[in-house]
């Protein structure tokens, strides 16, 4: 497989696109891929330190992917990292929001960026969108 730049936008707090996007991140990594995931808005507080919140199912396949033990996508995420070196970066924007500092945010996780560098790194990849 030729090498691609795969640049991944994850919003939504709904289980069924963070669990996607957590699916392309982990097999674009491992694949050898230039993996760049940017989380934001509804995504990022899953992916502090001491959060519990479970992500809500949007329909039937997320009720299945947690009654079925899917690997979960905070899981997929690190593998990702660790497997396959895809960076992830939090939005600098959504951690003023939430009130968080770096050292709260999980430690596969690399130092915020602000969505004009998110831009600017994925000027010339494939950019999807959860």
Not at 17 to 22: H, T, V
Request: hydrophobic letters at 50%; glycine letters at 6%; one cysteine or more.
């Amino acid at each position: 497989m030729a090498l691609n730049k795969i640049s991944i936008i994850v919003v939504s707090g709904s289980r069924e696109r963070l669990q996607m996007a957590a699916m392309m991140a982990s097999v674009g990594a491992v694949s050898g891929n230039d993996v760049t995931v940017f989380l934001s808005m509804n995504a990022l507080s899953y992916f502090l330190k001491d959060s519990s919140e479970t992500a809500p199912a949007e329909g039937q396949v997320g009720v299945m992917i947690a009654e079925k033990n899917v690997p979960p996508f905070k899981q997929l995420f690190q593998q990702a990292v660790e497997l396959g070196d895809a960076k992830i970066y939090p939005c600098s924007m959504a951690m003023d929001l939430l009130g968080a500092e770096a050292d709260d945010l999980d430690p596969y996780l690399q130092e915020p960026w602000g969505l004009t560098k998110f831009l600017s790194h994925a000027a010339d990849a494939q950019v999807w969108s959860f």
